[in-house]
């Protein structure tokens, strides 16, 4: 157990606030800079020890290069005995996925605007030789403010690397892999945009876009079947902004942004109006034949023949320089002969001196004293003495750390006879004890139980809450009956403010997707109670309660009444018989007749009739008036005007 341990005599661990396949994730303080920070410790594997440093490792120089205020920043990196950890920024708040799968599906200004965080990062990242490879919503941070920083680079690359981390597999999660991984091609930065785009469909959906009974099936899918619609989805969302999740996530690499920086542009113009009437994103067709791409394998080298130089030697040369003969070096073997002898008389000697010393040196043996050794240290010392090592005890000790040698029996300084057994007591660190309960109880009456308890360590944090009164501990870490030492404990306890007041916003003219905005970043719920007439625009609040500048508990529900639209008007219709007469300049001529009407639906710019007459001729207008407006016809005869009128609804009333 880590909790309440010291890393390398500066980090103290507080609790584990995550963990993965090769590591976990502790929050801890940092006692020399005093804050809180993040550690990740590797988790060793020892079936695959050597793979999980090297990505450790990979991971800690990948992160150290880059400084973006969208990456999560490494302060440190090092190694306490046999522990690897990175230090890292502790980023308050919850990852992209359970923002998410809690807020979901997000408004198209919201998800432009995280994805804008997340473009220039991965441009960061690229400009500086990184690959990422494993972007995805589980590996995104989200702080309190809503901003976003990208973190675990564990499997990250080089934008230089031709190879492959392992044959016939790939790297990445299998719902945000590109096709050309999924293929097990290389992984470039093209393949980081397309699991952006996958992001930005996941934002926009809060799905994803391809699912199946097993990872085989979810990349054949991302190799053969095109990224569905966004819009179908959900129509309100631009097209601009769908064209950039079907660019993003092409099959074809080629079709896709070329690099993050490009995509990042396209993300700050999407919701302008003069995008609004976008075609929708089509890549180019591919005239050429359908071809079955193979799995790229790690090429085998080939070994070219080797051509052996020509020597200038004939077989019979050959023949007559391989028979043996007789070299001076065979003369100086005869004279070396005498050697052996005197070697072995020294070897004699030497044998009898150390029988000698042997019988000379006194049996009993004083035992040396190995407390603070190593077991394994201590054994080889009392071996060395001449001892065989008995029992091993197992006990706690306040002064003597866990692993280390508490004592011996017989004790340290004490003559044995050698080959006597010693007994071997090691301490198992500090005796734990159950940790108090501290919830329910206020603030000033856990100081002296603390302090009583021995807990020399510790803090207390204020955050609101509506369930339980000012000063009144609602959490505490390490939990009660939790196994803790007293003097290398850090103790955490929430301790409540009570009700938080925020005040209210004025919410007139906010339309529904202004609400939900306002709703996600005040934490206040936004509730429509009525829908009234008005010469607003329809869904616009025309009033709340309460009113902006009230103050209001955080969480509490704001009722508003919304505008749907202005009412309809009244109207009446008029009608009236006209005699049009006939004056014409000469006996039978035809006269042109023109009747031109202004009302709810006509003009007086274009004619309602135009017709010819011989004789007078009766002509029946009917005009329809809106409230509050008015109506007018003309009538024109051989480009004259013979009758004008104008009516107002009030003439009607009336």
């Not at 085989?216 to 966004?230: D, F, G, N």
């Not at 591919?286 to 077989?315: H, M, R």
């Not at 329809?624 to 107002?648: H, L, P, Q, W």
Request: some cysteine.
């Amino acid at each position: 157990m880590l909790v309440g341990k010291h890393i390398s005599g500066r980090y103290k661990i507080l609790q584990l606030i995550g963990g993965g396949g090769m590591s976990n994730v502790y929050l801890a303080h940092d006692i020399i800079l005093g804050r809180d920070v993040a550690i990740k410790i590797l988790r060793y594997d020892l079936a695959n020890e050597e793979e999980l440093h090297r990505r450790f490792q990979r991971e800690a120089l990948s992160a150290t290069s880059l400084t973006n205020p969208n990456i999560v920043s490494i302060y440190d990196v090092g190694e306490d005995g046999d522990m690897h950890y990175i230090v890292m920024e502790y980023i308050k708040g919850k990852t992209l996925k359970q923002y998410i799968q809690e807020f979901s599906p997000l408004s198209a200004a919201r998800s432009v605007h995280i994805m804008k965080q997340l473009t220039s990062a991965m441009a960061h990242a690229h400009e500086n030789g990184i690959i990422h490879r494993d972007i995805k919503p589980q590996n995104i941070l989200m702080d309190e403010e809503g901003n976003v920083k990208i973190t675990d680079f564990g499997i990250a690359t080089s934008l230089g690397a031709t190879s492959f981390t392992q044959t016939n597999s790939v790297i990445g999660t299998v719902h945000y892999l590109s096709p050309e991984q999924a293929r097990g091609g290389i992984a470039t930065m093209k393949s980081d945009i397309y699991a952006l785009g996958i992001v930005l469909y996941e934002l926009l959906t809060g799905e994803l876009p391809f699912s199946g009974e097993s990872a085989v099936s979810i990349a054949l899918k991302h190799l053969q079947t095109e990224t569905p619609s966004v819009r179908e989805f959900d129509a309100s969302i631009p097209q601009s902004v769908e064209n950039i999740v079907l660019k993003a996530t092409s099959k074809d690499a080629n079709h896709r942004y070329n690099n993050a920086e490009e995509m990042e542009e396209d993300l700050d113009t999407c919701l302008s109006i003069q995008r609004v009437n976008e075609p929708k994103f089509v890549p180019p067709v591919d005239n050429g034949a359908t071809k079955l791409i193979p799995i790229i394998k790690d090429p085998k080298p080939v070994v070219a023949p080797v051509q052996q130089p020509s020597t200038g030697l004939t077989e019979e040369t050959v023949r007559m320089e391989s028979k043996p003969t007789i070299e001076p070096q065979e003369q100086k073997k005869k004279k070396k002969k005498k050697w052996p002898l005197i070697v072995g008389i020294l070897a004699a000697l030497a044998i009898i001196f150390t029988v000698i010393a042997f019988m000379m040196t006194p049996n009993k043996v004083v035992i040396e004293d190995v407390t603070n050794e190593t077991l394994e240290d201590a054994i080889r010392i009392l071996q060395e003495q001449g001892f065989v090592i008995g029992e091993q005890e197992e006990r706690n000790s306040e002064d003597i750390e866990a692993g280390k040698i508490i004592e011996t029996n017989p004790i340290a300084g004490r003559e044995r006879e050698k080959g006597s057994e010693i007994d071997l007591i090691v301490s198992i660190g500090k005796a734990p004890t159950s940790m108090t309960d501290f919830v329910g109880i206020q603030r000033d009456q856990a100081i002296p139980l603390l302090e009583e308890g021995g807990f020399k360590d510790y803090k207390f944090e204020e955050v609101y809450s509506s369930d339980h009164v000012p000063g009144e501990i609602i959490e505490q870490t390490p939990e009660a009956g939790e196994e803790v030492l007293f003097n290398e404990t850090d103790v955490v306890l929430t301790v409540s403010k009570g009700k938080e007041v925020v005040e209210v916003r004025n919410l007139l003219t906010f339309n529904e997707a202004n609400r939900k905005e306002y709703e996600l970043s005040s934490g206040f719920k936004v509730n429509v109670t009525g829908e009234e007439h008005s010469d607003k625009p329809v869904g616009e609040v025309i009033s709340q309660t309460p009113k902006a500048g009230t103050k209001l508990e955080k969480g509490g529900t704001i009722n508003v009444v919304v505008s749907k639209g202005p009412q309809a008007k009244k109207e009446k219709s008029y009608r009236d018989t006209i005699e049009i007469p006939y004056e014409p300049t000469e006996e039978g001529m035809e006269q042109t007749v023109t009747i031109y009407i202004q009302d709810k639906t006509r003009s007086l710019v274009e004619p309602v009739e135009t017709f010819t007459i011989t004789q007078n001729t009766m002509y029946q207008i009917e005009l329809f008036i809106v409230e509050g407006d008015k109506a007018a016809y003309r009538i024109d005869r051989d480009n004259s005007v013979i009758e004008n009128k104008t009516i107002t609804y009030e003439e009607l009333v009336e």
